[in-house]
């Protein structure tokens, strides 16, 4: 069960493959990814109904739940579902129920918290949290454990046009590709460089300057090999994929509401090694 972004189904594909998960497995997304079996593979998905308040979200969730009758419940990022919709009381009795837990504002997402949040059998701490979202875990979880995901073998990609190549890699909106991209510029202005400028994107912006390639490539990580600099976003996913080529990699957090994109960028100018 995730959320509505790429983020989260790439999360879910990696903790699968990193816990050697053989079970069928069926995922409950609204994601607008969930339908790119580059994403998913073939793993069937369940969307809610458009136009769901929380409650509604919350029937439709147990109604679900109790159709599927599954053996676990792996819960991701957030830990009672994006808008609070998932409660104690929609969990189907003797399900195992595992949570994967990354970076919150936990301060923004505790009010949507319901009366009787989720209890977990096993979370998998993914990254250092805050103190209150960490101690919200321990409270409700019999088992806090670290994990560090490994993604599924990538199908092979196509390469960048060259070793100098620098990678722009987003999922999205337009304008903040567009920011990546000036400030892939202006960067490569201030050290006297011009090396050819690659996007990887669900999408070709409609202002992207014809003079930056575009890849439509999932996922984008196999990449990185030949590329002299990566320029991303600081989401969860980008950020660990990315970990092995640190010391090429730069980060330009936004804000999100429920994400600390400063915080993990912060943390990943901290020392190598």
């Known amino acids: 069960m995730d959320g509505g972004g790429l983020g989260h189904l790439t999360r879910i594909r990696a903790a699968l493959h990193t816990l050697g998960w053989d079970e069928p497995v069926t995922l409950l997304s609204d994601s607008p990814f969930a339908g790119d079996p580059r994403v998913v593979g073939d793993l069937p998905v369940r969307r809610a109904p458009r136009g769901l308040d929380r409650a509604g979200l919350t029937r439709w969730t147990a109604e679900t739940l109790a159709a599927l009758a599954p053996r676990d419940l792996i819960v991701d990022a957030f830990p009672a579902g994006l808008r ?84 722009i890699v987003h999922s999205g909106p337009d304008e903040e590709i567009l920011e990546l991209v000036a400030y892939a510029r202006e960067t490569a202005a201030l050290e006297g460089l011009s090396p050819d400028l690659t996007l990887v994107a669900p999408r070709r912006p409609a202002a992207l300057p014809a003079d930056i390639a575009h890849l439509d490539v999932y996922p984008a990580w196999p990449l990185a090999g030949r590329a002299a600099r990566i320029i991303t976003a600081a989401g969860f996913n980008v950020v660990r994929q990315f970990a092995p080529w640190r010391d090429r990699h730069r980060l330009v957090p936004f804000p999100r509401t429920l994400d600390d994109q400063f915080t993990r960028a912060a943390r990943h100018q901290g020392p190598v090694g």
């Open 84 to 167: 609070g919709e998932l409660t104690a009381a929609a969990i189907p009795a003797g399900t195992r129920v595992v949570h994967l837990a990354r970076l919150l504002r936990w301060e923004n997402y505790r009010p949507v918290l319901p009366a009787d949040p989720p209890r977990f059998d096993l979370t998998f701490v993914l990254e250092p949290l805050t103190p209150d979202h960490h101690a919200h875990l321990e409270a409700v979880s019999r088992e806090v454990a670290p994990l560090w995901l490994t993604d599924p073998p990538a199908r092979p990609v196509v390469d960048v046009r060259g070793p100098t190549g620098w990678l």
